[in-house]
T-cell receptor, first 114, second 114 residues
Framework: GESVGLHLPTLSVQEGDNSIINCAYSNSASDYFIWYKQESGKGPQFIIDIRSNMDKRQGQRVTVLLNKTVKHLSLQIAATQPGDSAVYFCAENMGGNTGNQFYFGTGTSLTVIP | ETGVTQTPRHLVMGMTNKKSLKCEQHLGHNAMYWYKQSAKKPLELMFVYSLEERVENNSVPSRFSPECPNSSHLFLHLHTLQPEDSALYLC?????????????FGEGSWLTVV
């Protein structure tokens, strides 16, 4: 099956700076993507999603960019705060008729330095 | 509060024990999932239920047995597990079992097999 990879396993940023977390996917048929945040001891929490008919989507302090040409996804966090420290996962969905099949990367660990 | 509740949050069991993990979703969703999360590995899909029918079983060993009595409840019955089965088991739900629907996770059940 397809897998989603992340360029950097760890990322450290200063509080107040912007963070960028990258994700590469390999299946050009994937048409829906989600970013999740997982804090220590908790389950993954939905942050933002994007469909393949878009190349950018903004939420509160977060922006997801999708580049289908190079099969690349990124999550931008503005004015990073200590509470943003967590592992961030990219997930891709290839669709299909047998359930909602998502593939996840191993995650990027973000540490915010106060 | 994610809308997906898992119990117990922590479980220690011997290799000859029989135990069950429980999941309940309060989101009115039609599809439910079990994922396994091991250290430094991507989330692994174990089972998918859509409208209480199992539609996906990713070659999970028979020592894991799912049960979905209705669209709000999902169980994972465990018996004769191995130490390598120690992991975080995540339950999730989505509005329906078709492509492109966001899945929402519970907080997980930490399982340790001794």
């Amino acid at each position: 099956g397809e897998s989603v990879g992340l360029h950097l396993p760890t990322l450290s940023v200063q509080e107040g700076d912007n963070s960028i977390i990258n994700c590469a996917y390999s299946n050009s048929a994937s048409d829906y993507f989600i970013w999740y945040k997982q804090e220590s001891g908790k389950g993954p929490q939905f942050i933002i999603d994007i469909r393949s008919n878009m190349d950018k989507r903004q939420g509160q302090r977060v922006t997801v960019l999708l580049n289908k040409t190079v099969k690349h996804l990124s999550l931008q966090i503005a004015a990073t705060q200590p509470g943003d420290s967590a592992v961030y996962f990219c997930a891709e969905n290839m669709g299909g008729n047998t359930g909602n099949q998502f593939y996840f990367g191993t995650g990027t660990s973000l540490t915010v330095i106060p | 509060e994610t809308g997906v509740t898992q119990t117990p949050r922590h479980l220690v069991m011997g290799m000859t024990n029989k135990k069950s993990l429980k999941c309940e979703q309060h989101l009115g969703h039609n599809a439910m999932y079990w994922y396994k999360q091991s250290a430094k590995k991507p989330l692994e899909l174990m089972f998918v239920y859509s409208l209480e029918e199992r539609v996906e079983n990713n070659s999970v060993p028979s020592r894991f047995s799912p049960e979905c009595p209705n669209s709000s409840h999902l169980f994972l019955h465990l018996h004769t597990l191995q130490p390598e089965d120690s992991a975080l088991y995540l339950c999730a739900s989505s509005p329906e079992g078709t492509m492109g629907n966001t899945i929402y996770f519970g907080e997980g059940s930490w399982l340790t097999v001794v």
